[in-house]
């Protein structure tokens, strides 16, 4: 049984990147509460509430992808 591990919880446009920069460094994700995200925007949930999920054998080079990620956004 493969154990599953959420990296990433926010915005339905930064969980989707987040999952497209997965895929480019060979990392299968995918992307959980996805119909929660895009209802209403910001105004349904205020954190987006969409998580991006990775096998946990993918965690280390998950996790390191998105903080690369999140450095590029300050």
Known sequence: MK???VV????LF????IKNLLENEGVESFLKDEIIGSRSGELWRPGGGVKVVVYGND???????VEDYE???K
């Open 14 to 17: 930064h969980a989707q990147m």
């Open 3 to 5: 154990m599953f591990v």
């Open 71 to 73: 450095n590029s956004l």
């Open 59 to 65: 965690l280390m080079k998950a996790l390191k992808v």
């Open 8 to 11: 990433y919880d926010g915005t």
